[in-house]
């Protein structure tokens, strides 16, 4: 299940020069350089080239040209893809957390689950935390963001079929209500999580969380008897 921990926002100020003086022209060294494109209407990020080639690569987000310069339909592009999984702020800055998202997703080999050729089959890759549903040995929805179970909860891989399916199931062992909900093991299934999915150092008590668009979808395919197939680790586990 998901565990409920809150997140912090850093902030900086700047000290201004001292009156009757001009002031002095000084160089600013952060952790990533940050540059206003002229064309665009967003920044441009350290990552800017490789998440341009991984958002071509994955298709669906708009024309992207691979040339690590930031253009209105780059940042349109880049914008499109955070709000599509979640990441904040959506402001086509293409910082750390878009670049993994993007390159989790493009690392994504279907195939690698061995799905059922016939019926529905629900893939969980633990090594990327994506998952993805295939119907007939083919996809049917495209693999998306997960959250699986962190040190002392892992997420066990195996093969699995869901065997209870709630709207809102309830959490008696931390009291929190889980969207969604399709167990498959144990006390452990699908469900929507309403806490930030990127941060890294967060996971469930086991369960392989959703963004809320996703559970949604997730939840309208499943069905009692239909298979899970989970495979790989969680780094960290």
Known sequence: MSVLVGGGLGAFALTPAGAGAAAPV?????????????????????????????????????????????SSADCAAIVKFQKRFGIQPAKGLAGPTT???????????????????????????????????????????????????????????GTFTINKRTKKEWSDPYEVWLPYWQRFIGG??????????????RGSHGCVNLLPQDAKKFYGIGKIGMTVKVFGRRPGT
């Open 99 to 157: 670049f993994d998202v993007a390159k989790r997703l493009a690392s994504t080999k279907t195939s690698a689950c061995k799905a059922k050729k016939k019926g529905i089959t629900f893939c969980v890759n633990l090594t990327l935390q994506t998952t993805w549903v295939m119907k007939n040995g083919k996809v049917h929805v495209k693999p998306t963001v997960t959250r699986t179970g962190y040190k002392g909860y892992r997420t066990p891989a």
């Open 26 to 70: 000084t160089a600013a060294v952060t952790t990533a350089v940050v540059t206003k494109a002229a064309a665009a209407s967003c920044a441009t990020g350290k990552y800017q080239k490789q998440v341009e080639g991984y958002l071509k690569q994955l298709g669906g987000y708009g024309t992207v040209t691979v040339d690590g310069k930031q």
């Open 188 to 201: 452990r299934g699908f469900h929507e999580t309403t806490t930030y999915i990127h941060d890294k150092w």
